[in-house]
């Protein structure tokens, strides 16, 4: 049975962002989006709330949900225009990382990681000799297994990345016993198998490419931890995202000196399991593979890896997070750090508030507000609040009950999807329990 969870994102009376799992919806009548989008319609009338107070909707970017012709969202939008559709940002990023992971060299590496990951922890066999050889040879690592570095879990494969480097010698000894076979103990499979795996990962351009790709997403993983907190907002994740873009930039800039202790970390990687630099050639004709002339085996690795992979994964970002609700951004500059720094922030938090002139209490009095907000901030003694979960609860309702209600309505704008994931990963659970009960 097909089942889309609903989860509700709201601002709470205590002025806390909360977001609440309500149930699954079966989805008898079809996947379309105009099937969905009714699903969802009755369900929020089920609950007895107004569909007029929704301002804004989270989903994946999948064809039935975000389509722009007939998706969930766009159908739900032509019914209430103030329910913004926003593309789960932890999916965006997760697209980011992805496109960005399909240039060759990279998507290679990325294949021979997961390969290897599954060969060990889908064998117990295997996965336990490669348990005894970390503890053996790394008795202070962290993990006793490796990580599958899969596509759509975003920790994971960042994670996975650096539980490989930290015992990639323990792994080439494995493949080494099993090459061997010295015991008779490994099957034909086994031993071809660790064979093909031993020499991919002997090979420095794959060394390098983990190392360089390794240490490029772990710029990424603060944000993508953050993107996965229940009361993350969306301008937190708007100045975050901007904090990862200049890292990326600033990496980028300064690239000599980044992919020169990257490089270094992977010459050590090799020297421990005992490969040294090295290229391929370069000929004066190549379809198959980089023919990048250059004048030494670093300077080689940075033209086909390091400055590939960086222009490509902050082209993405740039790209994909571009300011599509724009309306919503013009809402960040009643935020105090703007009104005392951005000459122009009442013009643009005006044309926020006027998308939601109708749900003001008393809009006749905006201006009024505005200018008092501006003096309040200025006569502010402790530090200013960076977050909209630190702001709202400083807001006097009395005081400022236009500006309230709308920072209300920018922190109630979804950001992203995680905790509907975390409830379709639940129904596993759900579900085995269900069935190994007998019914009363």
């Not at 873009?245 to 050590?268: C, T």
């Not at 509907?420 to 269900?434: A, D, G, M, N, P």
Request: glycine share 4%; hydrophobic share 40%.
């Amino acid at each position: 049975m097909e089942q889309m969870p609903l989860v509700l994102r709201f601002v709470n009376d205590n002025c806390e962002i909360c977001k609440l799992f309500f149930g699954f919806i079966p989805c008898d009548s079809g996947l379309s989006g105009e099937a969905i989008g009714s699903q969802i319609l009755n369900s929020i009338k089920d609950l007895g709330l107004e569909m007029k107070f929704c301002v804004g909707q989270g989903y994946d970017g999948a064809g039935n949900m975000a389509g722009n012709c007939s998706g969930a969202a766009v159908r739900i939008k032509a019914i209430y225009p103030k329910a913004l559709y926003v593309h789960c940002g932890s999916h965006v990023l997760n697209l980011c990382v992805a496109n960005a992971c399909n240039i060759q060299i990279v998507s290679n590496m990325m294949s021979n990681v997961r390969v290897i990951s599954q060969f060990f922890n889908f064998s117990p066999k295997r996965f336990d000799v490669l348990k005894k050889k970390i503890e053996e040879m790394f008795p202070k690592a962290h993990h006793s297994r490796l990580i599958d570095v899969c596509r759509t879990r975003w920790i994971a494969r960042i994670d996975g990345l650096d539980v490989f480097i930290e015992v990639l010698p323990a792994i080439i000894k494995c493949f080494e016993l099993m090459i061997n076979n010295n015991e008779k103990s490994w099957n034909h499979d086994s031993v071809r198998d660790a064979n093909s795996y031993f020499f991919a990962t002997r090979s420095f351009q794959f060394l390098v490419t983990l190392v360089v790709v390794s240490r490029c997403l772990e710029v990424t993983r603060p944000i993508t931890k953050q993107f996965q907190s229940p009361n993350f907002d969306v301008f937190a994740s708007h100045e975050k995202i901007n904090l990862l873009h200049l890292a990326l930039q600033q990496l980028r800039s300064d690239i000599e000196h980044s992919h020169g202790a990257w490089y270094s970390e992977a010459v050590l990687l090799g020297a421990s399991v005992g490969v040294y630099e090295h290229k391929p050639r370069t000929i004066g004709k190549q379809l198959n593979r980089n023919n990048c002339p250059s004048e030494s085996i670093n300077e080689y690795y940075k033209k086909v890896i390091t400055i590939p992979f960086l222009d490509h994964l902050s082209s993405q970002i740039q790209l994909r997070f571009s300011n599509k609700n724009i309306a919503v951004y013009n809402g960040f500059f009643a935020t105090p750090t703007n009104v005392l720094n951005v000459a122009e922030w009442r013009s643009n938090f005006l044309l926020f508030s006027n998308e939601y002139e109708d749900e003001l209490p008393e809009p006749r009095y905006i201006m009024t507000e505005l200018n008092m907000w501006e003096d309040y901030w200025r006569s502010f003694k402790n530090s200013l609040p960076t977050t909209l979960t630190k702001l709202l609860p400083l807001i006097d309702r009395i005081t400022f009950p236009n500006i309230f209600t709308l920072i209300q309505i920018l922190a109630t704008i979804p950001v992203t999807t995680c905790t509907c994931e975390r409830s379709i990963s639940v129904i596993r659970r759900l579900k085995t329990y269900l069935r190994s009960t007998d019914p009363i």
